[in-house]
């Protein structure tokens, strides 16, 4: 019987039966992980995007406020105007009225992307701020 | 017994080779199933598209709707809103629709739904429930608009 360095082929069996572990391990692993992962799927992904806020119900209570008639005016008209203290003073008292209704908001005007008016109660809201362009005034309004 | 010819051993290594390759064939197939096969729940998305479109049927440019004067119970709520609130794969109704203007409230579906709402968000077995408060004028005067949309549908979402 001839067996000429045996010890080479050992080592090399070894080798493979740990290499074959340590695959096996990290199939097992990666099945965990998937298994882990698959439970914390979300439509948006790992994205911060919210699809829980399209801002139609923001939109319409800016509406509203645009719509809203105090002494005969509506704040949009007044706005049109230029009647910027008005119009602050006023929504002011709106957006008081709408926080004690645990409706908290955030309103403000700008033009040429500079804030001229800006009326809060705190700030608080953290909803999807929704705008509209009236006469190059971009009017703001977040709850 | 002469062990010098390797030839033996390197078929042996092919055969091994195709073992691996199938097994970690069969993990990666495997982890995409399991991994789509886990449920996304959408209720909050189908939430926001309900609340939408009901604040869309009764409120228009801010102000209340003629559409709300004439919704006076759930079928009503349905009809006008050109809502659909059936389930093929449910035969109880998995919905529950509480809208409050001013003195005037309607719901609809079934109100158990309504003792999960303001439960962690955490607990994903239970339905999904979410209270929406906006200001809207009817009358040139500001009321609040309160509506609470709740889902049920655990096993289609989070199971």
């Given at each position: 019987?001839?067996?000429?360095n045996k010890?080479g082929?050992?080592s090399?069996?070894?080798?493979w039966?740990?290499?074959t ?10 099945l965990?992980?998937v298994?882990?992962l698959?439970k914390?799927?979300s439509l ?6 919210s699809y829980d806020e399209s ?8 509406l509203a ?6 002494d005969g005016?509506?704040i949009?008209?007044k706005i049109n105007?230029g009647?910027?203290e ?5 929504v002011k008292?709106i957006l008081d ?7 908290v908001c955030?309103?403000y005007i700008?033009e040429?992307a500079s804030?001229?008016?800006l009326?809060?109660v705190?700030n608080s ?14 009017v703001?309004?977040?709850? | 017994?002469n062990?010098?010819?390797?030839k033996?051993g390197?078929q042996?290594?092919?055969?091994y080779?195709f073992?691996?390759f199938?097994?970690i064939?069969i ?21 926001n598209?309900?609340e939408?479109k ?8 801010g102000?209340?709707s003629?559409?709300w004067?004439e919704?006076?119970?759930g079928n009503?709520l ?9 389930d093929l794969n ?9 809208i409050?203007?001013?003195d ?6 079934d109100?158990s ?10 607990r994903?077995?239970?339905?999904y ?6 200001m809207?004028l ?12 709740s889902?049920r549908?655990?096993e289609?979402?989070a199971?």
């Amino acid at each position: 019987m001839q067996f000429k360095n045996k010890k080479g082929d050992v080592s090399e069996t070894m080798t493979w039966i740990f290499a074959t572990i340590i695959i096996l391990v990290l199939v097992g692993v990666f099945l965990f992980a998937v298994s882990f992962l698959g439970k914390t799927k979300s439509l948006t992904g790992f994205n911060s995007y919210s699809y829980d806020e399209s801002g139609i119900a923001n939109k319409e209570m800016l509406l509203a406020i645009l719509s809203k008639k105090i002494d005969g005016k509506s704040i949009l008209e007044k706005i049109n105007e230029g009647n910027y203290e008005s119009v602050s003073s006023n929504v002011k008292g709106i957006l008081d009225e709408f926080s004690k209704e645990g409706v908290v908001c955030n309103f403000y005007i700008s033009e040429k992307a500079s804030i001229i008016s800006l009326m809060s109660v705190n700030n608080s809201a953290k909803g999807k701020e929704v705008s509209i362009n009236i006469n190059g005034k971009e009017v703001y309004l977040r709850c | 017994m002469n062990f010098l010819n390797k030839k033996g051993g390197e078929q042996v290594m092919s055969i091994y080779w195709f073992v691996i390759f199938g097994i970690i064939t069969i993990a990666v197939v495997s982890g995409v199933y399991v991994f789509s096969s886990k449920p996304i729940d959408i209720r909050a998305a189908e939430t926001n598209v309900l609340e939408d479109k009901i604040i869309t049927c009764i409120v228009n440019n801010g102000e209340v709707s003629e559409k709300w004067k004439e919704i006076n119970g759930g079928n009503d709520l349905e009809k006008i809103c050109l809502l659909n609130l059936g389930d093929l794969n449910y035969k109880e109704m998995q919905y529950y629709i509480e809208i409050e203007i001013g003195d005037k409230s309607i719901s609809y579906g079934d109100s158990s739904f309504k003792a999960f709402c303001g439960a962690k968000k955490s607990r994903n077995n239970i339905p999904y429930c979410r209270e929406k408060k906006i200001m809207v004028l009817e009358n040139d005067k500001f009321v609040l608009l309160n509506l609470i949309v709740s889902i049920r549908k655990v096993e289609q979402n989070a199971v």
